[in-house]
T-cell receptor
Framework: ETGVTQSPTHLIKTRGQQVTLRCSSQ?????VSWYQQALGQGPQFIFQ???????GRGNFPPRFSGLQFPNYSSELNVNALELDDSALYLC??????????????FGPGTRLTVT | AQSVSQHNHHVILSEAASLELGCNYS??????LFWYVQYPGQHLQLLLK????DPLVKGIKGFEAEFIKSKFSFNLRKPSVQWSDTAEYFC????????????WGAGTKLIIKP
C-alpha cells in the first residue's frame, strides 16, 4: 500500500510569485486535507477536499486555493507569495470525510521558503 | 475561540523515566481527541485517539491518554520511556463545532537521554 506522497520536497520562491504543491493520497482515500506548519508551531488547517469539492476551509486568504482530481490527488496553489508563507506544507488523506473524526495519514511535507 | 494548549514545549528525560505530556483544549460541544507523533525524519503519525467510550485510551508503543472532560484535558502518558521515544508530540482536537477541522497544539519536543 502506497502512503501519502508530496512533491516537491523543498522549494524556494520569491515574494510575489505563485507556487503549486502536489499530493497523492493513500490508495482508497477520497479525502485530502492541507495544513501549513510554521517553524515551532503546530499545523494550521488550510482546507479539505472531498470527492473533488472543497469541504471545509480554515482561516486562510483566497490566494490559497486548491484542486482535487478524479484520482483523489490534490494540488495546493498559493498566489502572490509573502514572506510569512514560508512553512512546511502538509497533506493528509483519509478514507472518509472529516465528519466522524476519521484518522488522517500524513505525507512528508513540502518545505517552502519565500525570499 | 477553539484552541489546544500543550504546556511544555521541550521535555528532557532519562530512559526508564515516566512521561506525562499535558494537553488542554478550549472547545464547545462534543470533541474527538488525538495525539500524533513525529519521529526525526519521519511523517506525522497517529499515536492514539479518543472518540467516545472509555476515557482511558491505549495507543501504540505503550502510550496511553486519559480524557478528563471536567478538566478539558487529554494528557499523554507512558510509564517507562525509551531512547526511541525521542520525537515531537502533537495534541489535536476536532468536532462538529469546527466542521471537524483538526485544531492543533504547538507540539512538545521530547528528548530521551540514553
Amino acid at each position: 500500500e502506497t502512503g501519502v506522497t508530496q512533491s516537491p520536497t523543498h522549494l524556494i520562491k520569491t515574494r510575489g510569485q505563485q507556487v503549486t504543491l502536489r499530493c497523492s493520497s493513500q490508495s482508497g482515500h477520497n479525502t485530502v486535507s492541507w495544513y501549513q506548519q510554521a517553524l515551532g508551531q503546530g499545523p494550521q488547517f488550510i482546507f479539505q477536499y472531498y470527492r473533488e469539492e472543497e469541504n471545509g476551509r480554515g482561516n486562510f486568504p483566497p490566494r490559497f486555493s486548491g484542486l482535487q482530481f478524479p484520482n483523489y490527488s490534490s494540488e495546493l496553489n498559493v498566489n502572490a507569495l509573502e514572506l510569512d508563507d514560508s512553512a512546511l506544507y502538509l497533506c493528509a488523506s483519509s478514507p472518509l470525510g472529516l465528519a466522524g473524526g476519521s484518522e488522517q495519514y500524513f505525507g512528508p511535507g513540502t518545505r517552502l521558503t519565500v525570499t | 475561540a477553539q484552541s489546544v494548549s500543550q504546556h511544555n514545549h521541550h521535555v528532557i528525560l532519562s530512559e526508564a523515566a515516566s512521561l506525562e505530556l499535558g494537553c488542554n483544549y478550549s472547545y464547545g460541544g462534543t470533541v474527538n481527541l488525538f495525539w500524533y507523533v513525529q519521529y526525526p525524519g519521519q511523517h506525522l503519525q497517529l499515536l492514539l485517539k479518543y472518540f467516545s467510550g472509555d476515557p482511558l485510551v491505549k495507543g501504540i508503543k505503550g502510550f496511553e491518554a486519559e480524557f478528563i472532560k471536567s478538566k478539558f484535558s487529554f494528557n499523554l502518558r507512558k510509564p517507562s520511556v525509551q531512547w526511541s521515544d525521542t520525537a515531537e508530540y502533537f495534541c489535536a482536537v476536532n468536532g462538529a463545532d469546527s466542521n471537524y477541522q483538526l485544531i492543533w497544539g504547538a507540539g512538545t519536543k521530547l528528548i530521551i537521554k540514553p
